[in-house]
């Protein structure tokens, strides 16, 4: 099956045929179908195999909020910063994020001053260092959408299990319905269809998604990530666009459940409620992440540790524009000029899924 994925006759007669709709769709519609990936993994997905560079002139693929890094706002790493100060704490987050700026600065740069920041591959190692520090404090910063969370949640249980008094979690989740719900009540940008992310409804389910055609008319495919996946779902979206069919299609069924993972969501039920969260470069969408029920309050860094912080300050940075699919990065002046993988002013540059990152490695021209 792998094999047959990667098959570049296959590909290429994919290419073909999805081109072939588009162009049926320009011819009655007068302009290119747009669609939005919502999901960072696809962005990159994209950029990688070619696919956005072969198709820009057919299908317009616009890049959604769905890299976690990106949406994470930045009061969250000023707040992990201000509470790094401490010597007695140990501060944990994903790799990603280290260089992402605050306000000011990263956690790299506060972890070149000497404070105590450490990368974990998973929560659950933030854990075991809670474990080996016991007169330490680790606070680990809890970000992603509905793939992470379920982790989160079983990390929190291996808290309590353990009794742990030194460990917390900066909750900073993000979950992709609210964001989707916003992005069409904006009206900002005009989308024909959505792919809609494979991990993420692996967790949610394809269910999740029939508020898109219930209350908005549009319709979405959930896809793996292969390039012959992708042209697959682009393709069964152009189709139901010309044959004026809204519907939700589950083309990642070998991963994806109609009611998604009951474990995790149940997991999830238990241990989070809903919150009003600040997304970057978005603003505070009501109940669009989970933070921890108060009866766990005992592990809500939040709760346990006061944080002042002063407003976040503004850049020419455009990532929230990018965020929302308004401009590519290459409308942003500070693409490839003052904004660099190397040197990166926004979170969309530091990204492993972030929009110009993808761009700045496989899409730019020199
Ligand atoms: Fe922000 Fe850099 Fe992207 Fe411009 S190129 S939007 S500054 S991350």
Redesign the pocket.
Known sequence: HLTHLADPQTIRQSLKAVIQLAEQYKKENGRIPVLMEVCGSHTMAFAKSGIKTILKDHVQLIAGPGCPVCVTDQKSIDAMIELSKDKNRILCTFGDMMRVPGSRFSLMDAKTEGKDIRVVYSPLDSIKIAQENPHKEVIFLGIGFETTIPVLAVTVQEAEKQALTNYSIWMSTKLVEPVLRELLNSKEINIDGFLLPGHVSVVTGKNNYNFLAEDFLISGVISGFEPIELLRGIYKLLHLLLNNKIDIINDYTYMVKNEGNRVAKKLMEHYFDYHDEAWRGIGVIPKSSLILKESYAQFDAQKKFHVSLSEPRK?????GE?IRGMIT?EE?V??NK??TPLR??????VSTE?T?AAHYHYMREE
Do not use: E, N, S, V
């Open positions: 850049t020419k940075c455009r990532c990018i990065p942003c500070l693409f003052g904004c990166p002013i926004g979170p969309c540059m972030g110009c």
